[in-house]
């Protein structure tokens, strides 16, 4: 229990190891060793309820009430229950391997993960981290995403869910991206411009995790 506290202590921002050694009166390097061991043991025992897809997420109901509900907020698509993206976190100057985690987009060394957000604000799944430098792409097909998807996400009759990304991810049966032609028609325009509306989701659901971990 003692573990447990000193971990949601330190995961509240901002704390650092020494601002919470009155509270617990034990000094910084046991702090540190048993907040570190305390979420390695939640990673091993719980860390597959984020990183694989489980009947509980991809419970064919589920799909459907995600799919209305993303649908009702003015998507043009009415079989979408999720949206997937990748998020670039910096890090510090590594003293080797630079060029492998530097990102040439964001000109800073990073690492990346790959979310999937639902619309009830929950990560469906979670992939990474990985080196800087990988395209967003690169990430998609390394987290086997697409296989999981093709083998659960599909209704009783047949008829297939998919997520929507950017202009970075591939066209597949079970993921969507908006038009990326270099001149659109009025209805592209509209289509894109409706599941921008409701992809914000997964941006929103980005800042949430930085703002309060």
């Known amino acids: 229990m003692e573990g447990l506290c000193v971990l949601l202590r330190r995961l ?10 009155p509270r617990f009166g034990r000094p910084v390097p046991v702090l540190s060793m048993v907040s570190n061991q305390v979420l390695d043991y939640i990673y091993d025992i719980h860390g597959h309820r984020i990183t694989q897809w489980n009947h509980q997420i991809l419970f064919q109901p589920l799909l459907q009430l995600y799919s209305d509900t993303i649908a009702a907020q003015g998507s043009a698509l009415d079989n979408c229950f999720g949206f997937v993206d990748g998020t670039v ?3 510090c100057k590594p003293g ?11 000109r800073v060394h990073t690492l990346k993960f790959q979310c999937v957000a639902l619309p009830n604000g929950l990560i469906g799944h979670l992939y990474g981290p990985v080196e800087g430098r990988r ?7 390394d987290s086997r995403l697409l296989n999981d998807l093709q083998a659960f996400a599909n209704s009783p009759f ?4 998919f997520i929507y990304g950017d202009p970075a991810y591939p066209l597949r049966i079970h993921l969507h991206a908006p038009f990326r032609n270099r001149v659109l028609t009025p209805q592209m325009m509209d289509f894109n411009q409706s599941m921008s509306s409701v992809r914000e989701s997964v941006e929103w659901l980005f800042n949430d995790v930085t703002n309060y971990f």
């Open 135 to 141: 395209h967003d792409a690169g990430m998609l097909a």
């Open 89 to 91: 976190r910096p890090i």
């Open 96 to 106: 080797e391997h630079q060029r492998v985690v530097y990102n040439g987009h964001k």
């Open 158 to 161: 047949g008829n297939p869910y």
């Open 12 to 21: 509240s921002y901002p704390c650092r190891l020494s601002d919470i050694i």
